[in-house]
């Protein structure tokens, strides 16, 4: 719905809020920042049409208004500032009682500055100016790599979450050698994590005051608590000892993932399988977070209620690729037709196929090695490096597109 006050006059913003009267009660400032037939108002859930006219009229700015009460649109805000960005517009959010993660959300879908609400008298005007003068530093800063996060999580145990997370972290890395592109590899399984024992890799003492104390630890103590693979990838492994899941709080893996993203550009998460109190954050975070299955009962079923939970908790959905692994081979026609039926009961699709490996994948685990060392012809390890192929080509695409955009 696009309620435009005169027909004649050239809007320079589209001021969209969940509701009218949103809009309506800061009249005073968007006539103050945009003139008094500078603006348009339309609903977020139906602004795409308005951010489009607007942006072909020549106008320059979306000014988006979301309430924690409408958390249940926070999909809908972050789809539109995409698209506005896309558009070539700015984005000013103006936002009200939210969640450092929903926040965080829509400024990492582009926003480009941010005021609260209550709105303060000029904020809204000096927001305005300064974004034409384009004095504002894109989010994330320039000095941050900013990176992109890709967690790994298996529906049940021993689905082959850590073999897909590890061998999708080297193949990355070998893919972005050249580049001087960084990998980072988290384990997030702080009570039985195996990546340590995937790559051979010590078990390091500083994790325990990492996460002890992350409020203190700064880009360069975060790098110093991972170890060095191969000269190529920086791997946090898990502690020694088996830690309870909630000894870090969702603030915690905040602060890790936000200096994870500064000095890091792929950084892939081996995800527990409990879900616990920032297992959501983790998922907001995420650039893509793969879960991945087998075609078994137990995991599919694990992977319908995990499925179930996003969507109750509203969470971006969107993010899941959905892996199975050990997919039946090209031959086996009933294994592809459980595979369909699978999909179809999920409501999704398979966005990953991965091939059984045979004793290899075991073999190169206990050898400690990723596959593309301990076995480069496997079947699995082929079609890892091809998903990390087009992981890397897509982040490519994706980052020339936002330069592009500004
Ligand atoms: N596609 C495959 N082909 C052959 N072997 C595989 C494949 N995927 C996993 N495996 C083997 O299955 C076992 C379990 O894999 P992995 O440890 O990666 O699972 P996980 O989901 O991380 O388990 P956990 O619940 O213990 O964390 C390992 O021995 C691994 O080598
Ligand atoms: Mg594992």
Redesign the pocket.
């Known amino acids: 719905m696009l309620l435009r006050r005169d027909r004649e006059a050239q809007a320079d913003a589209v001021v969209s809020f969940m509701t009218a009267d949103g809009a309506a009660a800061l009249k005073p400032q968007l006539d103050a920042a945009f003139g008094g037939d500078g603006w348009v108002t339309a609903d977020i859930r139906s602004a795409i049409g308005a951010v489009h006219d607007v942006a072909a009229e020549g106008g320059r700015f979306l000014v988006i208004g979301v309430r924690d009460e409408a958390e249940g649109e926070l999909g809908a805000a972050r789809e539109l500032i995409a698209e506005a960005k896309l558009s070539g517009l700015k984005v000013i959010l103006l936002a009200e009682s939210l969640s450092p993660a929903a926040m965080h959300g829509l400024m990492r879908a582009g926003a480009d500055d941010f005021a609260p609400l209550p709105l303060p008298p000029s904020a809204l005007a000096e927001s305005v100016a300064r974004l034409r003068s384009g004095g504002l530093q894109p989010f994330g800063g320039s000095s941050s790599r900013n990176g992109m996060v890709f967690p790994v999580y ?1 529906a ?11 061998n999708l972290a080297w193949e990355t890395a070998l893919e972005v050698a050249k580049s001087g592109k960084q990998v980072a590899l988290l384990d997030f ?1 702080f009570q ?1 994590g ?1 990546v340590a024992t ?1 790559l051979d890799l010590p078990r390091r003492e500083a994790i325990y005051e990492l996460l002890s104390d992350t409020s203190t630890m700064d880009e360069e103590g975060f790098s110093q608590a991972l170890a060095d693979y191969s000269g190529r990838m920086a791997v946090l492994t898990a502690p020694m000892d088996v830690l309870p899941l909630d000894i870090i709080g969702p603030e915690d893996v905040k602060t890790m993932l936000d200096l994870a993203r500064a000095s890091y550009d792929f950084i892939f998460v ?1 995800m527990p ?1 409990t879900l616990t109190h920032w297992s959501d954050l983790v998922l907001t975070e995420s650039e893509r977070f793969f879960a ?1 299955m087998q075609t078994d009962m137990r995991s599919a079923q694990n992977m319908l209620r995990f499925l179930r939970a996003v969507k109750a908790e509203d969470l971006p959905i969107e993010k899941i690729a959905v892996v199975l ?2 997919a039946p081979r090209f031959t086996d026609l009933s294994g592809k037709s459980r595979a369909r039926r699978l999909e179809q009961s999920l409501g999704v699709e398979f966005v990953v196929r ?9 073999s ?2 206990d050898q400690g090695a990723p596959l593309a060392k301990a076995a480069r012809g496997n079947a ?1 390890r082929k079609e890892i490096r091809r998903v990390a192929r087009g992981l890397v080509r897509s982040v490519e695409a994706a980052r020339a597109e936002t330069a592009g955009a500004r």
């Open positions: 298996g049940a145990g021993g689905v082959g979450a850590t073999t897909f997370c590890v399984n039985y195996t995937f081996d399988q991945i692994n050990r991965l091939p059984d490996g045979g004793r290899q994948v075991a190169a685990c699995l």
